[in-house]
C-alpha cells in the first residue's frame, strides 16, 4: 500500500466512529491518478445529506490532509 492509500485510510479511521454513529460507514476502494473512490454503506445510503456530509466534512478533511487527490467519487 502506497502512502497514498495509507494517508486516506488514516483519515478516514479519524471520521469512522462519528459515521458509524449514525449507522453508516465508509471504505476506500480505490485510488487512481488522484481520484479517490469512496464506498458508503448503511444507513448513509439512504440519508439525503450523505453528499453534504460526505463531501463537506470528509472530502474537505482528505483534500487537506491528502493534497494530490484531485476529486472523490462516492459510491452508494
Known amino acids: 500500500m502506497d502512502s497514498t492509500h495509507t494517508k486516506i485510510e488514516a483519515v478516514i479511521k479519524k471520521v469512522r466512529p462519528y459515521i458509524q ?23 448513509c445510503t439512504h440519508c439525503s445529506l450523505a ?7 470528509l472530502g474537505s478533511l482528505l483534500k487537506e490532509e ?9 459510491l452508494k
Open 21 to 43: 454513529m449514525h449507522g453508516g460507514d465508509v471504505s476506500l476502494v480505490s485510488v487512481k491518478k488522484g481520484i479517490v473512490t469512496l464506498e458508503i454503506t448503511g444507513a
Open 51 to 57: 453528499d453534504l456530509t460526505y463531501n463537506k466534512m
Open 66 to 74: 491528502v493534497p494530490e487527490i484531485i476529486d472523490i467519487v462516492l
